[in-house]
């Protein structure tokens, strides 16, 4: 066979039917979450559709976000698509870091997103990235203990009876743990639950002037409440549990509580996956009477950097995997109750997803979050469980660190909130802000 034939040959090979472009393979950075190791799993489909194939990089919440914020920063394109959140997105969109996608199909519907989820990921009235899946965080508990304890879970719970439940379904003895929350050092990891948590006890962390508030009463009385409790009713090492680790004891039966994101709902009742299955239920994340509940707003979502090679295969693979396609393949495979939740309004109106069990409070607790107002006290930024502006990642990982440290007993709560005030205030000082 002559060069050119050769050549030629392996033109065709690359081709794929749909509109006659290339066929790509696209590196995909993502976080190792069960919707998303789900996901992998069904990528087969993507590229049977498209002649697509995917490589993906599946890392730990916090090293994620590490890898890609480096890589955006640095324009280093290790990746066609970057799994990022409501925090990066309108930072990263505002800089020009971001394809828009407001140019997807008609078939995909983006109207269809929930509005909420659609206003956390644009700029400017612009969207830079699609939620595969939308959530807020509400308490999943063990009907079973609850009962056993002579308790009854109220539909809108106070932090006072949360702690009061936990030490009367804790058993030691039997290695059950009242209560599982997040301590793991990270912005997004412990860093989130802790402020949102803060949220309800009238915490902020800045006040208007753009001043750190971690010398406040508030501050104090949030942490050690959080410490007191999980101390006497939380599992060992529990500074250092994140998500997965404290999905991991409540799959096992280990956790009578677990206040954490509302997507874990369809994982602590799968029977495959969870021992307690038949014995959980769900209720809004607890509050102080101050107004203010200690649910977060969140999406996890796919972005392509700004000067990517691989745009309109990456935007392929965006529709296949965020779009309603996605939603039906999965019921397909899986059921009802294991699609992604809380991205598409469509969902929520499907009879079909009505009755699964966590649906409504999935959703009812996506609305209840609102970053606009998310403190008792006026505050400057956006954001519920952070702060909308670039500096936030940095100082919240440094003042998760010293928390993470605080609970496990390496410093008091006061040294603790003593370095999260120097920290934030000399960051917002070299930043400008103050």
Not at 4 to 18: D, E, H, Q, Y
Not at 73 to 89: L, P, R, V, W
């Amino acid at each position: 066979m002559s060069l050119k034939s050769t050549l030629c040959a392996a033109t065709a090979l690359s081709l794929i039917t749909a509109g006659g472009a290339f066929a790509e393979n696209l590196t995909i950075a993502t976080v190792n979450n069960g919707d998303m190791i789900r996901m992998q799993g069904l990528t087969d489909d993507f590229t049977a559709k498209t002649g697509h194939t995917v490589e993906w990089v599946t890392l730990e919440e916090n090293v994620l976000r590490q890898r890609v914020t480096t890589d955006i920063s640095t324009k280093g394109g290790a990746f066609d698509i970057m799994t990022i959140g409501m925090y990066e997105t309108p930072i990263w969109g505002a800089n020009g870091w971001l394809v828009s996608l407001d140019d997807l199909s008609a078939e995909y519907d983006a109207a269809d997103i929930l509005p909420a989820m659609a206003g956390g990921l644009s700029h400017d009235g612009t969207l830079f990235a699609a939620p595969f899946y939308g959530e807020s965080s509400m308490v999943m508990y063990r009907t079973d203990l609850m009962a056993a304890a002579g308790l009854e879970m109220p539909d809108a719970p106070s932090w006072s009876f949360i702690a009061k439940a936990a030490r009367a379904m804790t058993d030691r003895d039997a290695e059950i743990n009242g209560i599982c929350l997040r301590g793991k050092a990270g912005w997004g990891e412990g860093g989130a639950f802790i402020t949102a948590m803060s949220n309800s006890f009238g915490a902020r962390w800045f006040d208007e002037d753009w001043n750190a508030q971690f010398d406040t009463r508030e501050w104090s009385d949030t942490l050690n409440f959080y410490k007191n409790m999980m101390t006497d009713a939380g599992p060992a090492g529990y500074a250092t549990n994140g998500f997965n680790e404290n999905l991991s004891l409540f799959q096992q039966g280990k956790c009578g509580m677990w206040i954490d994101a509302t997507v874990a709902a369809s994982f602590v009742t799968n029977p495959k996956d969870s021992t307690v299955a038949d014995k959980v239920s769900f209720t809004l994340a607890p509050d102080n009477g101050l107004g203010v509940r200690s649910n977060w707003l969140w999406a996890w979502a796919l972005a392509i950097p700004a000067g990517s090679q691989k745009e309109a295969a990456a935007k392929q693979f965006i529709e296949w995997a965020t779009g309603t396609g996605y939603i039906e393949l999965v019921a397909a495979n899986e059921g009802w109750a294991n699609v992604p939740p809380g991205a598409r309004t469509s969902l929520y109106e499907n009879p079909d997803y009505k009755s699964v069990p966590f649906a409504q409070m999935t959703l009812d607790s996506i609305l209840s979050a609102d970053p606009n107002n998310s403190t008792v006290d006026p505050s400057p930024y956006v954001g519920v469980q952070f702060a909308a502006i670039p500096e936030f990642a940095g100082i919240a990982t440094e003042v998760s660190q010293e928390f993470s440290a605080a609970y496990a007993g390496q410093q008091t709560i006061a040294e603790a909130l003593e370095k999260a005030q120097a920290i934030t205030n000399d960051a917002m000082e070299a930043a400008g802000y103050r």
